[in-house]
């Protein structure tokens, strides 16, 4: 969805949110030209803050592009921001139930739109030490099968600057350094076509993090570790998508 068919909750969002964000952070963008093709698009950035989903929105507006986002299916259900959400364009996500099906059809019809679907394949900010990433879930993989639209990273460092989830503690200064990259979208094409079993998924999400790794090695230097396992992380489902936002 390009800026010239944006709704009026959509405006209303950014005329509240663009202009804080402009202030907040002293960006870098790079690779915006991979997110203009037309068509649909699964965005997957790394997990490092829960400032990341406005750092992200305000890179993937400005590439040209409507950010869609995956959010519990509950909060949509809250009254007026579950409709206000629901008139942005974001996308209700049922986790764990029978009805987790629907929400791949959801996120299917997003892109057969010509939508951009944002997915944090770790599901969570990440419990690494060094915020590193973690082992991913395998919604985005489960979702690049089932249409075949183009997987695009998008590795960031900076967001942790704004709020760090290791001591929950919030920066209010002003720009903020935060680097936002964007690489070419991946070559899934050796699983095309391919079953989406346990085996498959996790072969292609193991792909995606490892590209996103890499990507944040660039940005941070350094040498990056093994993709981190979460302690008590449970092992994805052949059942139900685990897109989580």
């Given at each position: 969805?390009?800026?010239?068919?944006?709704?009026?909750?959509?405006?209303?969002?950014?005329?509240?949110?663009?202009?804080?964000?402009?202030?907040?952070?002293?960006?870098?963008?790079?690779?915006?030209?991979?997110?203009?093709?037309?068509?649909?698009?699964?965005?997957?950035?790394?997990?490092?803050?829960?400032?990341?989903?406005?750092?992200?929105?305000?890179?993937?507006?400005?590439?040209?592009?409507?950010?869609?986002?995956?959010?519990?299916a509950s909060v949509f259900r809250v009254p007026v921001i579950g409709w206000i959400l629901h008139r942005c364009k974001?996308?209700?996500?049922?986790?764990?139930?029978?009805?987790?099906?629907?929400?791949?059809?959801?996120?299917?019809?997003?892109?057969?739109?010509?939508?951009?679907?944002?997915?944090?394949?770790?599901?969570?900010?990440?419990?690494?030490?060094?915020?590193?990433?973690?082992?991913?879930?395998?919604?985005?993989?489960?979702?690049?099968?089932?249409?075949?639209?183009?997987?695009?990273?998008?590795?960031?460092?900076?967001?942790?600057?704004?709020?760090?989830?290791?001591?929950?503690?919030?920066?209010?200064?002003?720009?903020?350094?935060?680097?936002?990259?964007?690489?070419?979208?991946?070559?899934?094409?050796?699983?095309a076509g391919a079953t989406p079993t346990r085996a498959t998924l996790e072969e292609m999400t193991e792909a995606i993090?490892?590209?996103?790794?890499?990507?944040?090695?660039?940005?941070?230097?350094?040498?990056?570790?093994?993709?981190?396992?979460?302690?008590?992380?449970?092992?994805?489902?052949?059942?139900?998508?685990?897109?989580?936002?």
């Open positions: 969805m390009t800026r010239r068919r944006l709704g009026f909750w959509q405006r209303f969002a950014v005329v509240l949110v663009k202009p804080v964000m402009t202030v907040w952070s002293r960006r870098t963008w790079q690779g915006m030209e991979h997110l203009r093709e037309p068509g649909g698009v699964i965005i997957v950035p790394n997990h490092l803050s829960h400032a990341d989903p406005l750092v992200s929105a305000h890179f993937v507006y400005d590439s040209g592009r409507w950010p869609q986002f995956l959010g519990k974001q996308i209700p996500v049922e986790r764990g139930t029978v009805d987790a099906v629907k929400s791949l059809d959801k996120l299917v019809a997003a892109l057969d739109a010509g939508g951009a679907v944002v997915i944090y394949p770790e599901g969570t900010t990440t419990r690494h030490p060094d915020m590193w990433p973690m082992k991913g879930k395998t919604g985005a993989a489960r979702l690049a099968l089932a249409t075949g639209a183009p997987v695009v990273p998008v590795a960031m460092w900076g967001p942790e600057k704004i709020f760090d989830p290791r001591t929950n503690r919030l920066s209010l200064r002003p720009r903020i350094p935060v680097t936002v990259v964007a690489g070419p979208p991946m070559d899934l094409s050796r699983w993090m490892l590209r996103l790794r890499d990507m944040l090695a660039e940005i941070r230097g350094g040498t990056p570790p093994p993709l981190w396992e979460r302690p008590g992380r449970s092992r994805p489902s052949d059942q139900h998508p685990e897109a989580a936002a």
